[in-house]
């Protein structure tokens, strides 16, 4: 289980309990989260999933793999250091406070 908060690009704060084995994406979906659209359902291939690591956590996020950073060249102004797709990101104890920033757009 860890606490994870979801930043939309107005500021508003979402703190949620997500579940591990749940992906990042399925947390923000699961509590009905805003601005995270995960068109593809988490397959690796519509990057509408994008958020940026907080600056806190892009060292404590195990990192993204080929596919992933492939996919994030068409997400919405992604950024080579603080950009993931959440539906790559599992939940574990050790995400407990992750905080994310959903992007104004996802297309
Ligand atoms: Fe489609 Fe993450 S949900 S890439």
């Known amino acids: 289980m ?16 997500v579940a591990n084995g749940l992906t990042v994406m399925e947390g923000a979906r699961t509590n009905n989260i805003p601005g995270i659209v995960a068109e ?10 994008h958020v940026y690591l907080d600056e806190a ?3 404590g996020v195990p990192a993204k793999d ?10 919405s102004e992604p ?13 574990t104890d050790a ?3 992750l905080i994310v920033h ?4 996802q297309f």
Request: glycine share 6%.
């Open 79 to 91: 950024d080579l250091v603080r950009s993931r797709l959440t539906c790559q990101i599992e939940v």
């Open 2 to 17: 860890a606490n994870i908060t979801y930043v939309e690009h107005d500021g508003t704060r979402h703190e949620v309990e």
């Open 66 to 75: 080929d596919m992933e950073t492939e996919m994030l060249d068409f997400a």
């Open 95 to 97: 995400l407990n406070g």
């Open 57 to 59: 956590w892009i060292e």
């Open 102 to 105: 959903i992007p104004e757009n």
């Open 40 to 49: 593809c359902g988490g397959a690796c291939a519509c990057s509408t999933c």
